[in-house]
């Protein structure tokens, strides 16, 4: 039961990811763009950078990779959703046999459904984000040079310098097989380190969105019940009744900016790892550690060269997760009704 939740909301995050990919996907270039120069080259800003990408390149270039992008956001969003949901349910079906053995209440054990603690929300999703991490690493290395390298063919190619821009693939399978030839198998896992503690990102962004999420749906039924009861008698009871079904779920406007003030938190908190591991993905030469990037971005840029390309990254972040939650809850009810006809026959 617990396994066919959890593949009901990881579809439904999966096609929601969908969505939101082919919205925001310019912007996701513009970012990975800017984390990967250096000042003195960088766009001015996400405007900046769209605009120049359209002008200079033309506007398909803003869409090299998407493919790869599909593929990327897809798994990611299905892997994480998946053993998120996962654990989280075996985690609170073992709280509420535990609760049972100390509380006769049925009725009122079925009402409430346990909450977890922060600790344990955060544990849960920063091992669901290293499982996704490690399966992942792979394409996000490879989707890193693909944006990059449509960059650099554009330059070289102003300088006449043709044989070295046809040996800048954008296609998925040359690229990975290109890496492990030079850089070998684990040239695929670079930026991993950075990676595995960027598990934080979404482990902290899920656990501030399911927390504002039961907060807000609590606050709206209070403010609906407090408002019902100063009408007459002889409508209380209908109006609680269909006060209490249309709040089972939020509007897809709340879910919108709940979603977006989840993300923002996590990604200020955890923006420099970010940009150090595009960094160390992007590069072909050596190995190099996140303290090593780190480092060196603070000798280059100074302090705040750890947050360049933080405007880009939050526009497509917020933008993205928001849109990606909101279709999420939309389609969910679509995806459960598919499960349980699949499992009528």
């Given at each position: ?25 310019p912007?996701d ?9 250096t ?21 398909r ?14 798994l ?10 996962l654990?989280k ?18 009725d ?12 344990i ?35 070289r ?13 954008t ?11 030079k ?19 979404p ?30 008698n ?18 897809s ?23 150090a ?28 060269g750890?947050y360049?390309g ?5 526009y497509?972040?917020?933008i ?7 279709a999420?809850?939309?389609i ?8 349980q ?5």
């Amino acid at each position: 039961m617990e396994i066919e939740k959890s593949l009901q909301s990881a579809t439904s995050g999966m096609l929601g990811s969908w969505f939101a990919t082919s919205i925001i996907y310019p912007l996701d270039v513009v970012k990975t763009r800017i984390q990967s120069t250096t000042s003195k080259d960088a766009y001015k800003g996400t405007l900046d950078g769209l605009l120049r990408i359209v002008k200079e390149e033309g506007w398909r270039s803003l869409y090299t990779g998407l493919n790869v992008m599909y593929i990327k956001e897809s798994l990611k969003t299905f892997v994480y959703v998946f053993f998120y949901e996962l654990f989280k349910g075996f985690y609170i079906k073992q709280t509420r046999k535990s609760g049972d053995d100390d509380d006769d209440d049925d009725d009122d054990e079925k009402e409430k459904k346990p909450e977890m603690g922060v600790l344990i929300n955060l544990v849960i999703g920063c091992v669901a984000g290293c499982i996704t991490q490690i399966l992942l690493n792979p394409i996000n290395v490879s989707l890193a040079r693909i944006q990059t390298n449509t960059f650099l063919n554009y330059t070289r190619s102003l300088k006449g310098n043709e044989s070295a821009t046809k040996a800048l693939s954008t296609n998925l399978l040359v690229i990975i097989k290109e890496i492990i030839t030079k850089e070998g198998f684990f040239g695929l896992y670079k930026g991993l380190v950075p990676s595995l503690i960027l598990t934080l990102n979404p482990a902290i962004q899920y656990m501030i969105f399911d927390k504002l999420k039961r907060f807000w749906l609590k606050y709206l039924r209070k403010r609906k019940r407090n408002s019902t009861r100063q009408q007459n008698n002889s409508t209380k009871n209908t109006q609680n009744n269909k006060c209490e079904k249309k709040l089972t779920k939020l509007p897809s406007f709340h879910i919108f900016i709940i979603g977006a003030i989840a993300k923002i938190i996590a990604t200020l908190v955890t923006y420099p790892y970010i940009m150090a591991k595009v960094r160390m993905q992007i590069n072909k030469k050596q190995n190099v550690g996140t303290l090593v990037v780190l480092l060196a971005v603070l000798k280059e840029d100074g302090f705040f060269g750890l947050y360049s390309g933080l405007q880009t990254q939050i526009y497509k972040s917020v933008i993205g997760t928001s849109l990606m939650y909101m279709a999420k809850e939309k389609i969910h009810n679509t995806v459960k009704q598919i499960f349980q006809l699949i499992n009528k026959k």
